[in-house]
């Protein structure tokens, strides 16, 4: 049982020349015990902060700690940590139990116990009939099951996994992703999961850290990323689609307050004046607001159909509301086309205000 504490970690490749930032000082604290994950787009260098947990790197500023010790330059081997890869790591040449037994014979324990673990493992992954086969006649699905079950059988401290379900298909995704959550809960092991996919960090992390740029942009719960992002990446990032993020000046007459554009968006914002009085009133915002909380049928602004996406229950509409482009996620029985004029609303208390600037939440 690890505790993981990255400590103002910074990792640069290159030389003055060409420098390349991939981790910018990033702390991080992993709970003993914790599925936490790793999320953002390609290069926002959470793959290397993986490598350097593991070992595999070794940062150019800050300090890495396991519990108390400070393993900032151990070699992975004495970090007990078990990697799982994009790709599944076998030898062709020998059977799915060879594989699997492979750290227990290196570590030269008796043969019973061999067999007897690598029994329970197999059985526990779901792979036992497949154990006196060799990898080349499995599918990659059954492959990276057997990849895991390897990692699984050497009882690391810390667990590794670099997007490990990304090469399966849909079916075996899922059920590879509900096997690694039983799984962390039944052996109460530190996880670290490191993805693109947001379905799969929201649904098997218990805290995700959003990464961009090499920085951590927000470490939280998936409710609170989803509910109270605090910053505009992070709110376009988490959800599907992302959240509308539209630039407004903030305008005060008659005594309210509204969000307005050059091209005629304005909404009424009273409900939230005093808050953004006690703010300095900023003359500037970017109004977020999630798909499924645009309401379609009465409300103050217009909107044009533009495009309509079928998502099972659920339907995308594609909407121009004045010189403003956003999205709405409504049930099925909307009905609505392109070329249609509808009339939406905001969830008021799903309103979120950006600083146009910097991107942070306001309010």
Request: contains cysteine; hydrophobic residues 40%; glycine residues 6%.
């Amino acid at each position: 049982m690890v505790r993981i504490f990255l400590d103002h970690v910074t990792k640069i490749f290159g030389d003055k020349k060409k420098r390349v930032v991939a981790v910018d000082d990033v702390t991080l604290d992993i709970p003993d015990g914790a599925f936490v994950g790793l999320l953002g787009p390609s290069g926002c260098g959470k793959t290397t902060t993986l490598r350097i947990i593991a070992g595999l790197e070794t940062p150019t500023k800050g300090r890495v700690y396991f519990n108390e010790e400070d393993v900032t330059d151990w070699e992975p081997r004495k970090r007990n940590v078990a990697m799982v890869f994009q790709f599944p790591v076998l030898y062709p040449t020998i059977t799915v139990y060879e594989n699997i037994a492979l750290p227990l014979k290196a570590a030269k324990e008796p043969e019973a116990e061999v067999r007897k673990k690598v029994k329970e493992i197999a059985e526990l992954v779901g792979i036992t009939e497949f154990l006196g086969e060799k990898p080349l006649r499995l599918d990659v699905n059954v492959r990276q099951k057997v990849a895991l079950a390897k990692a699984l059988i050497r009882d690391p401290s810390v667990f590794i996994l670099d997007e490990p379900l990304t090469v399966l298909d849909p079916k075996a995704r899922i059920e590879l992703r509900t096997k690694l959550k039983e799984i962390q809960l039944g052996l109460k092991k530190t996880m670290i999961y490191v993805t693109h996919d947001q379905t799969e960090a929201l649904t098997l992390a218990e805290k995700i850290a959003v990464m961009n740029a090499g920085k951590i942009l927000q470490y939280d719960t998936p409710e609170a990323l989803y509910n109270n992002p605090a910053n505009t990446f992070v709110g376009w990032f988490i959800g599907n689609p992302g959240m509308n993020l539209i630039e407004c000046n903030v305008v005060e007459e008659n005594d309210k307050l509204y969000l307005s554009t050059e091209g005629g968006f304005r909404y009424d914002i009273s409900f939230i004046a005093d808050e953004l009085k006690k703010l300095g009133l900023p003359k500037n915002v970017v109004l977020g607001i999630r798909p499924e909380f645009v309401e379609i049928g009465s409300g103050p602004l217009e909107a044009k159909c533009i495009h309509v996406e079928y998502a099972g229950n659920r339907i995308i509409l594609h909407l121009e509301s004045y010189d403003r482009t956003l999205k709405a996620k409504t049930p099925i029985t909307v009905k609505a086309k392109p070329g249609d004029t509808l009339r939406i609303d905001f969830v008021k208390e799903k309103i979120k205000l950006f600083d146009p600037k910097t991107g942070n939440a306001i309010l």
